[in-house]
């Protein structure tokens, strides 16, 4: 399906036509292991992972890796996986979406990293 209007998902990477994906728009992104937020002039590979959202779920893809899909709409009730992570200089709180996605973007990257959400109650980022 396409719209006339795409969505990035995760900040930093392809685009994706879906309607459902639009209220998604950057709510993810990518970070190294300092929490500094990773944008395609900061790891190229990240061009390489495709988007897409299905029943509820964004999911990923690139060559070479097994799918994986991460639940869009979970709420976001347990401390212990909040944090902060940093755009530009700005500090933002977020939800890392766990160990399985991590070891997937360290192995699609060839660096450690991490997949974040932006916390609902969060201030809005400034985007570079």
Not at 25 to 53: M, T
Not at 91 to 116: F, H, I, N, S, Y
Request: some cysteine; proline content about 6%.
């Amino acid at each position: 399906m396409t719209t006339d209007q795409s969505s990035t998902p995760i900040a930093g990477c392809r685009a994706v036509d879906h309607p459902d994906a639009a209220a998604y728009d950057r709510r993810w992104l990518v970070v190294d292991e300092d929490g500094q937020w990773l944008d395609a002039s900061r790891a190229e590979d990240l061009a390489r992972i495709e988007i897409g959202v299905r029943f509820g779920y964004l999911v990923l893809r690139a060559p070479g890796m097994l799918r994986l899909d991460i639940p869009m709409d979970v709420i976001e009730d347990d401390e212990s996986v909040v944090g902060e992570a940093r755009v530009g200089t700005q500090a933002v709180r977020v939800v890392d979406e766990g160990d399985l996605a991590a070891a997937w973007l360290a192995e699609m990257l060839g660096r450690p990293a991490r997949l974040v959400k932006i916390h609902p109650e969060a201030e809005p980022v400034a985007w570079p």
